[in-house]
């Protein structure tokens, strides 16, 4: 059964200026007995005393367009070993779900209140997304595992409390290197189940670079038949089909995650110049240093070697079809065209045709640190990853710092096969945590996997977790400003990444 701890929560001063999903502005509150460890922590938070069995059978009611909500709290009684039945605006439910659009103002677009007292389970919402987030939290409040056998005798109880909750940011996101290494569907729909249990909403797919093109296209078949076999030294080869593309966003939108494809240019891109060796310059003056050259495949580690040809028209046509496609196979209303570590004369040129194009097709672009110094338009979102670039105007700023957000670098100091070059002793689990995001201009935060030297889904969890959670704090919470209290909670959640089969990096804070 889930333990408790003695703890005050939760003082709420406001929500920045960027990205933020409510103007609510709770009054602070208090927590006088039992710690109720919720990760991410919510906004409000009061613990009352007593408990709420859950009976054997229930009933789930809903209004409004709560029915979907009311199938996922079904599935998650029905892994409890308890039965459900779902009706509309039932009087006699135990579990109420109420969709109101009239919340919005208080709520916001995710956020949700949920009740538990002596009669049951209230959950209410401005909109499907906030219920889908109230039952995570719920979902928190039972036992781990709750298939184990050794719990079906046992009755499950919910803590009495009132939450209100919605999130600081609306971009609270993870970055895995699909290029480098692959990662292939089921790996990726598992990841999204553990993201939405910690309510991350934003899967960056880095589909593109020098050992790998990821993502089939029609209309350039090569980049796959040819690029696709290719991997970094000991990683995966593979790419995702178009019916692999179409079915993981359906699966993400259903945990409301959205899938963001990031095509990297006009760098990182020799893979698709062994596909296309006709995209290089005559002389292979855009390989610099030779590090390989078509037909040759590349396995190794250096990066800003290769870009396209940006004197070549023949280059933008090539461009324009690639985002063109890519653009129409998304869901979501972003395309990252990555921007990072070249040098070219021709590079702002190139950064605000880009820009142009993936707006014209009807998405919002984004692009790492260095696309702001190019006269990019002001819908352009700049992902800031080193903190050098001097942007020439002020822009949308999705914040992952490479000291506090780069988890492919060490757990701890000297962790084997890790990066180093932004920050030697690793970045740990409190660097994380203790990441200053007071910029006014930040719609949320992203924490990047690249996959040199991560190649088996066992490495990938360790780079990711528990770090993850410290990232979905931050994108949540109001304040993180206590990391001896989040590791307290952090602490109550150990069995249930062991129940999620994530092997984990064993960080000291997940022991009590």
């Given at each position: 059964?889930?333990?408790?701890?003695?703890?005050l929560?939760v003082?709420?001063?406001?929500?920045?200026?960027?990205?933020?999903?409510?103007?609510k502005?709770p009054v602070?509150?208090?927590?006088?007995?039992?710690?109720?460890?919720i990760?991410p922590?919510p906004?409000?938070?009061?613990?009352?005393?007593?408990?709420?069995?859950i009976p054997?059978q229930?009933?789930?009611?809903?209004?409004?367009?709560?029915?979907?909500a009311?199938?996922?709290?079904?599935?998650?009684?029905?892994?409890?070993?308890?039965?459900?039945?779902?009706q509309?605006?039932?009087?006699r439910a135990?579990?109420?779900?109420?969709q109101?659009?009239?919340?919005?103002?208080?709520?916001?677009e995710?956020?949700?209140?949920?009740?538990i007292d002596?009669?049951?389970?209230t959950?209410?919402?401005?909109?499907e997304?906030?219920l889908?987030?109230?039952?995570q939290?719920?979902?928190?409040?039972?036992?781990?595992?709750?298939?184990?056998?050794?719990?079906?005798?046992?009755?499950l109880?919910?803590?009495?409390?009132?939450?209100?909750?919605?999130?600081k940011?609306?971009?609270r996101?993870?970055?895995?290197?699909l290029?480098?290494?692959?990662?292939g569907m089921?790996y990726?729909?598992?990841?999204?189940d553990?993201?939405a249990?910690?309510?991350?909403?934003?899967?960056?797919l880095?589909l593109t670079?020098?050992q790998?093109?990821?993502i089939?296209?029609?209309?350039k078949?090569?980049?796959?038949?040819?690029a696709?076999?290719?991997?970094?030294?000991d990683g995966?080869?593979g790419f995702?089909s178009?019916?692999?593309?179409k079915?993981?966003?359906?699966?993400?939108?259903?945990r409301?995650?959205?899938?963001?494809?990031e095509?990297?240019?006009?760098g990182?891109?020799?893979?698709?110049l062994?596909?296309?060796?006709?995209?290089?310059?005559e002389?292979?003056s855009?390989?610099?240093p030779?590090m390989?050259?078509?037909?040759?495949?590349?396995?190794?580690?250096?990066?800003?070697?290769?870009?396209?040809?940006?004197?070549?028209p023949?280059t933008?046509?090539?461009?324009?079809?690639?985002?063109?496609?890519?653009s129409?196979m998304t869901?979501?209303?972003?395309?990252?065209i990555?921007?990072?570590?070249?040098?070219?004369?021709?590079?702002e040129?190139?950064v605000?045709k880009?820009?142009s194009m993936?707006?014209s097709y009807?998405k919002?672009?984004?692009g790492?640190?260095e696309?702001?110094k190019?006269?990019?338009?002001?819908?352009?979102?700049v992902?800031?990853?080193?903190?050098?670039?001097?942007p020439?105007?002020?822009?949308?700023v999705?914040?992952?710092?490479?000291?506090?957000?780069?988890?492919?670098?060490a757990?701890?100091?000297?962790?084997e096969?890790?990066?180093n070059?932004c920050?030697k002793?690793?970045?740990?689990?409190?660097?994380?945590?203790n990441?200053?995001?007071?910029?006014d201009q930040i719609?949320?935060v992203?924490?990047?996997?690249?996959?040199?030297?991560?190649?088996?889904d066992?490495?990938l969890?360790?780079?990711?977790?528990?770090?993850?959670?410290?990232?979905?704090?931050?994108?949540?919470?109001?304040?993180?400003?206590?990391?001896?209290?989040?590791?307290?909670?952090?602490?109550?959640?150990?069995?249930?990444?062991?129940?999620l089969?994530i092997?984990?990096?064993?960080?000291?804070?997940?022991n009590?």
């Amino acid at each position: 059964m889930i333990r408790y701890f003695q703890t005050l929560i939760v003082l709420i001063v406001g929500i920045s200026s960027f990205g933020c999903s409510s103007t609510k502005k709770p009054v602070q509150a208090s927590l006088t007995s039992e710690t109720v460890a919720i990760i991410p922590k919510p906004q409000v938070l009061v613990r009352h005393n007593g408990v709420y069995q859950i009976p054997k059978q229930n009933t789930i009611s809903f209004s409004g367009s709560a029915e979907i909500a009311g199938q996922w709290l079904s599935k998650l009684l029905q892994d409890a070993s308890l039965q459900s039945t779902i009706q509309a605006k039932s009087k006699r439910a135990n579990f109420k779900l109420v969709q109101d659009p009239a919340l919005s103002g208080q709520l916001g677009e995710e956020g949700y209140s949920l009740d538990i007292d002596k009669h049951g389970v209230t959950i209410k919402a401005a909109e499907e997304v906030g219920l889908f987030y109230a039952i995570q939290s719920l979902t928190q409040l039972l036992p781990a595992n709750l298939k184990s056998t050794t719990i079906d005798s046992k009755p499950l109880v919910l803590p009495q409390l009132h939450v209100e909750d919605f999130p600081k940011y609306s971009w609270r996101g993870n970055m895995i290197d699909l290029a480098r290494s692959f990662f292939g569907m089921e790996y990726l729909k598992r990841h999204i189940d553990r993201m939405a249990l910690y309510k991350l909403n934003r899967l960056h797919l880095h589909l593109t670079d020098d050992q790998g093109w990821r993502i089939e296209l029609k209309s350039k078949p090569l980049l796959t038949e040819i690029a696709g076999k290719s991997a970094v030294k000991d990683g995966k080869s593979g790419f995702l089909s178009i019916e692999d593309y179409k079915e993981l966003q359906d699966y993400a939108a259903e945990r409301h995650v959205v899938i963001i494809p990031e095509i990297d240019l006009p760098g990182h891109i020799y893979a698709a110049l062994v596909a296309y060796p006709e995209l290089n310059c005559e002389d292979l003056s855009n390989l610099n240093p030779k590090m390989a050259t078509p037909p040759e495949l590349f396995d190794g580690y250096k990066v800003g070697w290769s870009k396209l040809c940006l004197k070549d028209p023949e280059t933008y046509s090539f461009v324009a079809e690639v985002l063109r496609e890519v653009s129409e196979m998304t869901v979501g209303p972003w395309v990252h065209i990555g921007g990072d570590e070249i040098n070219d004369d021709l590079y702002e040129d190139f950064v605000v045709k880009a820009d142009s194009m993936v707006r014209s097709y009807g998405k919002i672009p984004i692009g790492w640190e260095e696309v702001s110094k190019a006269d990019v338009s002001q819908e352009l979102i700049v992902q800031r990853w080193n903190g050098k670039t001097t942007p020439l105007k002020r822009s949308k700023v999705i914040e992952s710092i490479c000291t506090s957000f780069y988890f492919d670098h060490a757990n701890v100091a000297g962790q084997e096969k890790t990066n180093n070059w932004c920050q030697k002793s690793g970045v740990s689990l409190e660097d994380v945590y203790n990441f200053n995001d007071k910029a006014d201009q930040i719609i949320g935060v992203e924490a990047p996997v690249w996959t040199e030297l991560v190649i088996s889904d066992a490495m990938l969890d360790n780079r990711l977790w528990p770090r993850l959670m410290a990232v979905a704090e931050i994108g949540w919470s109001e304040s993180h400003d206590d990391f001896k209290e989040f590791s307290k909670r952090l602490s109550l959640h150990k069995s249930r990444l062991e129940a999620l089969k994530i092997n984990f990096y064993p960080a000291p804070e997940l022991n009590p």
